[in-house]
């Protein structure tokens, strides 16, 4: 299984067409860097996107640089993912 | 692995060889209304399942609903199998559904991408690009997340990327996941309602996804949804969006309500489920039981139409 440590999902929202097209330009990256768990749809929606460790200087930077404002969703998804492997445990003991 | 249905926990989040076992024994304790259907097999040779409700009777009209075919999205897994349980627990004491399952069957499918939620039990949960093996997609996320559109049509906003959220796909019905659905609705014939449950944006949308146009039948899908939406409502306190997918979320082509609705099934609605606004895909286990109820209610209020509105 791979480690998610550090790697967190942050929340833009688009104010408009135009940054929405910034963001559906990072859907054209390499799939490692950017993973939308909720796409670039209409500005009115939020977009999520999961950005692993490594990339999260670099996207950040990104987004400052737009003007894109965001919100860290979540901020470790491993803490997450190990509660949630925790629960199942539980429930099949 | 579980022995019976009543020693097991819809609270919590379950593997798919957990979900087979958990479907054998509800069948077996439920023969007289619940049955298995094998309708194909995915792309990595696991069985595809649908379990039947019915009643008896020969060519009963049906209502279908499905959950997983985003294979990451397992609250729609868990709210299928509390469902399929509610069905069970509430046959001969809801007279609503009591009447309805008297007239129509209702096939769901709990685990439409089995080959992917093996996989986001096997390996990951969280990322959501990766190759299916042995395919020619690099990107799009076929063994995984997603099977794409339902019926894989490229047209207006679906898209040639295979990273893009709207891609369409190599050809029409290129997944055998997707082909195993169409083929066993086609053959059944006499579907009159289609419900495919995803997560998690809090919506319940109805034809068209490929054009701005109203259907002929907006404004009955429109009020129903309202409906639907109002009795999803009143459970929990929970808003969702709903309308047109094509204005409530984004214009794209070949998805499943729109083949859904072209085949003449006019009670088609994709379901977006519930979100906290904090965890997407990750959302608690301790959520399934709240976010299902709620779903029942809107599922029960579509079933209920559908039984009063035979077309």
């Known amino acids: ?93 | 692995l579980e022995r019976s249905t009543s020693s097991f926990s819809y609270s919590s989040y379950h593997t798919l060889e957990e979900i087979y076992s958990w479907i054998d024994n509800f069948v077996t304790e439920h023969s007289d209304i619940v049955s298995k259907i094998q309708i194909g097999n995915s792309f990595e040779n696991r069985s595809i399942l649908v379990l039947k409700f019915s009643t008896g009777g020969s060519r009963h009209p049906a209502i279908w609903i499905d959950t997983g075919i985003h294979s990451r999205e397992w609250i729609t897994h868990a709210t299928g199998i509390w469902t399929a349980n509610k069905i069970v627990s509430d046959y001969g004491k809801d007279r609503v559904l009591t009447d309805i399952l008297k007239a129509m069957d209702i096939f769901i499918e709990l685990v439409t991408n089995p080959d992917g939620f093996a996989f986001t039990h096997s390996m990951v949960r969280a990322p959501g690009k990766d190759g299916r093996r042995g395919s020619r997609h690099l990107c799009r996320t076929w063994g995984f997340d997603s099977l794409g559109g339902f019926i894989l049509l490229p047209g207006n906003g679906s898209n040639s990327n295979p990273c893009s959220e709207t891609y369409h796909g190599p050809s029409p019905q290129s997944e055998p996941e997707v082909a195993a659905i169409v083929n066993f609705i086609t053959a059944h014939g006499n579907f009159k309602a289609l419900i495919s449950i995803h997560s998690y944006s809090q919506m319940l949308m109805y034809p068209y996804g490929r054009s701005l146009e109203p259907v002929s039948n907006q404004r009955e899908l429109y009020d129903l949804a309202k409906d639907a939406v109002e009795a999803l409502y009143k459970v929990h306190g929970i808003e969702y969006f709903f309308g047109s997918i094509s204005t409530t979320l984004y214009v794209a082509s070949g998805i499943t309500v729109d083949w859904a609705y072209d085949s003449g099934i006019k009670y088609a609605f994709s379901f977006e489920l519930r979100d906290t606004g904090r965890y997407g895909f990750l959302l608690p286990a301790t959520q399934i039981i709240p976010t299902a109820q709620e779903t029942w209610m809107a599922l029960r209020t579509i079933m209920e139409h559908t039984l009063n509105h035979p077309y």
């Open chain 1, 1 to 93: 299984q791979m480690n998610f440590t550090g790697d967190q999902v942050l929340r833009v929202l688009a104010k408009d067409e135009k940054q929405l097209s910034l963001l559906r330009d990072l859907e054209g990256l390499k799939p490692q860097k950017v993973d939308f768990w909720r796409g670039p749809a209409r500005p009115s929606l939020p977009v999520d996107m999961r950005v692993p460790f490594s990339e999260l200087k670099y996207i950040k930077a990104y987004l400052e640089s737009h003007g894109l404002a965001y919100s860290i969703m979540i901020k470790d998804i491993q803490v997450l993912l190990d509660e949630e492997r925790e629960a199942m445990a539980k429930s099949r003991r």
